[in-house]
């Protein structure tokens, strides 16, 4: 089974409660739960993590950013972060008013 290093260390730095939801995934399993055909959790270069509060997941949307994760998603109605390695770069916040960009207090900590 293929975990990407990268999350691991992610997983290793947060100082937080947190649950990981999903990580790598068959590709029937996939299917099953609506994921992208070419989902990064089929080669388990993508994560789903729950946090217990909205601030746990602010902060760990921080550390993935500051860390460099090209995909992420924080998901507010759920305190849900998605993270996976690329090479697309995107950030999105989800509400319950549908998808955004996330913040720009979130964006300035990205790599140089």
Same mark, same amino acid.
């Given at each position: 089974?293929?975990?990407?290093?990268? /999350?691991?260390?992610?997983c290793?730095? %947060?100082r +937080?409660?947190f649950?990981v939801?999903?990580?790598?995934?068959?590709?029937?399993?996939? $299917?099953?739960?609506?994921?992208?055909? $070419?989902? $990064? @959790? #089929?080669t388990?270069?993508?994560a789903?993590? *729950?946090?217990? *509060?909205?601030?746990?997941?602010?902060a760990? *949307?921080?550390?993935? /950013?500051e +860390?460099?994760?090209?995909?992420?998603? +924080?998901?507010?109605?759920?305190? @849900?972060? @998605? #993270?996976?390695?690329?090479p697309?770069v995107?950030?999105? %916040? $989800? *509400?319950? @008013?549908?998808?955004?960009? %996330?913040?720009?207090?979130?964006?300035?900590?990205?790599?140089?």
């Amino acid at each position: 089974m293929n975990l990407n290093l990268r /999350i691991f260390e992610f997983c290793n730095v %947060l100082r +937080m409660p947190f649950s990981v939801q999903r990580w790598r995934s068959s590709p029937d399993h996939n $299917k099953a739960v609506g994921g992208a055909p $070419k989902s $990064k @959790h #089929i080669t388990g270069d993508a994560a789903d993590l *729950t946090f217990d *509060t909205v601030a746990d997941l602010e902060a760990a *949307t921080e550390q993935a /950013i500051e +860390m460099g994760f090209e995909g992420v998603e +924080m998901d507010v109605t759920n305190n @849900h972060l @998605h #993270i996976d390695v690329g090479p697309r770069v995107w950030r999105v %916040l $989800k *509400t319950s @008013h549908g998808y955004s960009n %996330l913040p720009a207090r979130f964006l300035s900590s990205s790599p140089a």
